[in-house]
Structures are given as C-alpha cells and as structure tokens.
C-alpha cells in the first residue's frame, strides 16, 4: 500500500521552530517530487514548498521563504520542512505529497497525498 506519512507537528510558540518529516512506504520518493502543503481552519488549501527528485531544485510560497527549508534524503525515504521563526499565521494542518513533475508542485498537481500533521503555533 502506498503511503505518505507526516511527523513532526505540535504546538509551538511564536518565533520558534519545528521540524515536519514526510515518510513513505510501498514506494521510493527517488521517483517524485515532493511538495508541503497546508491548510488552515476556513481557508483553502497553499502551497508551501516543493523540492525536484535530486534536490537540487526548491520553491517557496512568498510567505515562508527565509524561513523554512525543505531538503529531502532520498536514502531515508523521507523528506523534512525545517520551519523556523514560526508566527501565528503558519498555523495549518500541514500535508506531503508526492507527485511525477516538479513543474506541477506548486499548484497542488500530486498522485499521493499524507494524512497531514497540525502545527499550532500559538503563546
């Protein structure tokens, strides 16, 4: 069975940081690129983050560039979003995705989807 997992969620104050992991099982990330995505209470899903097969390709939405990184290790399976300097606004149910063209990412064009992981970031 295919499947994406996302880690790494909690409550965190503002200015601080998180770590989120996206684990895949029944498939090897090699082959996709993968994006993050959210989706806080009442609004539609953003784009977050998208980083190409190799790695050396990443974008960001306007509203988290300098402060979070995505980075995958493909030996692991897995691919991370380092958040940092969080602000109540990131506040979201955070998803990975993998899909076959990096080009596709940032409009949410993807073949699997994660559960998703809550981050609150809140005093």
């Known amino acids: 069975q295919l499947q994406l997992v996302e880690s790494g969620g909690g409550l965190v104050q503002p200015g601080g940081s998180l770590r989120l992991s996206c684990a895949a099982s029944?498939?090897?990330?090699?082959?996709?690129?993968i994006g993050w995505f959210r989706q806080a209470p009442g609004k539609e899903r953003e784009g977050v983050s998208c980083i190409s097969r190799s790695g050396g390709s990443t974008n960001y939405a306007d509203s988290v560039k300098g402060r979070f990184t995505i980075s995958r290790d493909n030996a692991k399976n897995t691919v991370y979003l380092q958040m940092n300097s969080l602000k109540p606004e990131d506040t979201a149910v955070y998803y990975c995705?993998?899909?076959?063209?990096?080009?596709?990412?940032?409009?949410?064009?993807?073949?699997?989807w994660g559960k998703g992981t809550l981050v609150t970031v809140s005093s």
């Open positions: 995705a993998a899909g076959g063209l990096f080009s596709l990412c940032a409009r949410g064009d993807m073949d699997y």
């Open positions: 029944g498939f090897t990330l090699d082959y996709y690129a």
